[in-house]
């Protein structure tokens, strides 16, 4: 298995910076945000003396606030401000005479939740050239930051960061230390998948077991197994779980560096390096396989932070490309799945008329389709902006193959479930 394919990398040279007043200094440092956000235009400093309503007034208002006091009533605080933004005024409780569609709710709940978003990003901490806090109470996030981050550049100086967003390296530093467990990998402890900073976190069980119960095509004749091509890999979960039902090699590919390593480590960590090649392409590798499978990001809208690039790909890109794409990466016999929820059909974002005829325009037929309901807490959770669709939403496998050169049945077409 290719060695080294990428690594995260902290480039403080293309780091905006932030600046400020301290003790009538004028000091500035490298700006981090994820979101690729500015930097904000005022700066003040803020202690533990700093109310919450005050620090959610300044934070509406776009001011960001450098904390020098205790770091974990920053914690508090930034817990407080949260509370202020979802609390909804009483006089802006407007009794609804009639339901907003499901289209105008989904732009409204993004727009808040990017106003969520660079709200709380207002409350700031500062981080030396070693990715080391100077707070009271701070715990030592020098190794989350550059799991996240790349090596600390020690010559580039201290850097500011939102804590809101520190918060969520350090998170993520423990769903990569202690992994998540995936039932399709067979017993622990060699089946945990461990996700990195900005993969996208294999929590949603159901597109798993799709994977690991769907029914694999043969095998070519003369051959005793089949090659797999795993398109988007991510965390390498679908890539693994396909080796454990023995499948004999996966290609899984991948283009964002921070996904390629994740892969390249979770495969290390099950000792599948003889199954599984990971390389760095867009879409399809060289060659033809017997499965192909692809999991794009499942709503065609534009992500707001690299984040998001998981969920969110404006146009549908990728799912567009894997379709037109798989027709000539086929083997004979082979099968490509696509799983994909129905949540943007239920959002007004594509209908499913659109997606079949795609499917039918690069020659592609429906061999069969398995659905299984979501079991994540939003779901079932009444209060959700989006609950009117994620209520109704399915994950679906969908298993395409070429279309046959006869009268051309079944081309295109929806078949009965498995």
Known sequence: MPQNLASPTSDAAALPHIHWLEADQACSALWRSERGGSPPKRVVLADDTLTADSAYRMACAGTGMLWRGDFQNARLLLQAIARRIDQVPKRKRVKATQPTPISEAFNQHRQAQAQRARTLGMLLVELDASYHMTLRRAPDVSLACSEAWGDADTTAGASVVSLRELMGVTSAHEWRRVGVEIAALGEAPGNRIHPHYGVFSPVRGEYIGLVATAHLPKAPKGQSGITAFDIGTGTGVLAAVLVRRGVSHVVATEFEPRALVCAQDNVARLGMEQHITVQKTDLFPPGLASLIVCNPPWLPARPSSPLERAVYDEGGHMLK?????????????????????????????????????????????????????????????????LHQARAKEVTSLWRLALQKSAAGAGHGHETAAD
């Open 321 to 385: 490309g894997f379709l037109a794409g798989l027709s000539s990466h086929l083997a004979p016999g082979g099968e490509g799945w696509l799983i994909l929820s129905n949540l943007a059909e239920l959002l007004g974002l594509r209908t499913r008329d659109e997606l079949l005829a795609t499917f039918d325009q690069h020659g592609l037929r429906v061999v069969s389709r398995i659905d299984a309901k979501p079991q994540h807490p939003k779901a079932s959770d009444a209060t959700d902006a």
